[in-house]
């Protein structure tokens, strides 16, 4: 049958018609056959690629994991608190050394907190351990420009503090307390938030009283090398009470005396540093003539909170009224670290208050507050924090290559 029909097929069409449907029998045989041959290659081409892929992808994905596991942040514990009392506050030079403890308060206390900081002498790693948190914030700015936040509210820190730094650049310094300040209480006004200013004793410059209350005017030299930190501060205070009185707004001005704790700068150039760093560096202990003595920094941060809490608006003292002579607490600092460091006299800073001692009767009665921390168990404290920064420092050291030299052509600092 089949080969019948084939017969009457090749009759019914001519030689040459057969040879060219022969032809693209054949074309349609061939394309279909590389077709195939493509497709199987293409096929293992990809296999091979995408099992070499795996092969540098899946360490990486490991190492994501890794991360992601070290990343599950373990934040220290917070308290809950209601809507009604948590408040929305703002911490100006939060990263510094006062700021940052500040913070950790404030944030355990349960409340939502914003630090502002600009990093002239703070730190990210002092806060650090924060970030990511629900109720935490960093912005990094400088309160020498406005700033456009809804809080309840603030607490106005940002400025440097120790005289090397305050020094460096004394028209930033003018500014931060100065146009910072007015800033600040800008937005308190705007906002309705409650301000509390971080002065200083240093408002009562060199002082001819003993010891000094808060009613004391104080003896500042207004040109002399420390007067854009002490008068920009007693600026900052005649601000305060002109926002007050002018505007409304609810203002806090503490009175801070010495301070220290771990988080404080390596080149803080005061007492506390310079006496650790010195006796764990083996160094001679230079000492001064000085008899102000410091006070650990979360009696301070207690201060701070109690102070913004009470409805005392005029200046408060926050400080340790102890004394003892300079010699006397050098000697403590060396016997607590073990130091065979010899003490040597230096010759002092000009305009360098020779004796200072806060009165703070006002404080113990309106706020119930005093210093609580011994003297010895902050001081272990701080030197346990001098000794990791510094073998932090030896681990961590950058030794920059050469470079040819340029020469300047003028003033680079930013004012
Ligand atoms: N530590 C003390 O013994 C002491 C004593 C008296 C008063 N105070 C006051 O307490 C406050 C905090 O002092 P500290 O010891 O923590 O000093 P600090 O230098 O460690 O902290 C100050 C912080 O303010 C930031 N800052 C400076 N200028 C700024 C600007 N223009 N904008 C934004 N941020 C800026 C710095 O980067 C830093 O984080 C200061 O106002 C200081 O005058 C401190």
Not at 193 to 212: I, K, W
Not at 346 to 357: C, G, I, M, N, Y
Not at 387 to 401: C, S, T, W
Request: glycine letters at 6%; one cysteine or more; a positive charge.
């Amino acid at each position: 049958m089949v080969s019948k029909a084939l017969l009457r097929l090749v009759s019914a069409v001519n030689r040459r018609r057969m040879k060219l449907l022969l032809g693209i029998a054949l074309l349609a045989y061939v394309a279909f056959y590389s077709f195939l041959l493509n497709r199987s290659i293409q096929e293992n081409g990809e296999l091979k690629i995408e099992s070499k892929i795996e092969e540098i992808v899946e360490p990486l994905r490991e190492k994501i994991r890794d991360l992601e596991k070290s990343f599950t942040q373990k934040y220290p514990p917070v308290k809950f608190l209601s809507e009604k009392d948590r408040k929305r506050i703002l911490i100006t030079g939060g990263a510094g050394f006062v700021g940052s403890h500040l913070t950790d308060k404030l944030m355990m206390d349960g409340h939502e907190v914003t630090v502002v900081d600009n990093f002239f002498t703070g730190r990210k790693r002092n806060v650090e351990h924060w970030i990511g948190h629900e109720n935490f914030e960093l912005i990094n700015h400088d309160v020498v420009e406005p700033l456009y936040i809804e809080v309840d509210q603030i607490y106005h820190l940002a400025s440097p503090a120790s005289p090397p730094n305050y020094m460096y650049n004394p028209i930033k310094t003018l500014k931060t307390n100065t146009i910072g300040t007015l800033n600040m209480l800008g937005l308190a006004k705007r906002v309705g938030a409650r301000l509390l200013l971080a002065s200083t004793s240093e408002v009562y410059g060199d002082p001819e009283v003993h010891p000094q209350s808060e009613d004391y005017w104080g003896h500042v030299n207004p040109i002399g090398p420390r007067a854009c930190y002490d008068e920009g501060k007693r600026v900052a205070e005649t601000m305060c009470y002109a926002y007050m009185k002018q505007e409304g707004v609810e203002v806090r001005v503490a009175r801070i005396f010495n301070t220290f704790g771990p988080r404080m700068h390596m080149n803080d150039g005061r007492v506390v540093s310079n006496f650790i760093l010195q006796a764990l560096q083996g160094e001679p202990l230079t000492v001064g003539s000085l008899t102000r003595l410091p006070f650990y920094s979360s009696d301070l941060v207690n201060g701070l909170v109690a102070l913004m809490n009470s409805n005392v608006s005029s200046p408060v003292n926050l400080g340790n009224p102890e004394e003892h002579t300079i010699l006397e607490f050098a000697q403590l600092i060396k016997n607590l670290v073990g130091s065979g460091s010899e003490i040597q006299f230096l010759s002092e800073a000009q305009d360098d208050p020779q004796k200072r001692k806060p009165d703070i009767k006002k404080a113990k009665l309106m706020l119930g507050w005093e210093p609580v921390v011994p003297l010895e168990e902050g001081l272990n404290k701080a030197i346990h924090y001098f000794r990791k920064e510094l073998e932090y420092q030896a681990n961590n050291q950058y030794i920059p290559k050469p470079k040819p030299a340029r020469i300047k052509k003028g003033r680079t600092r930013h004012n």
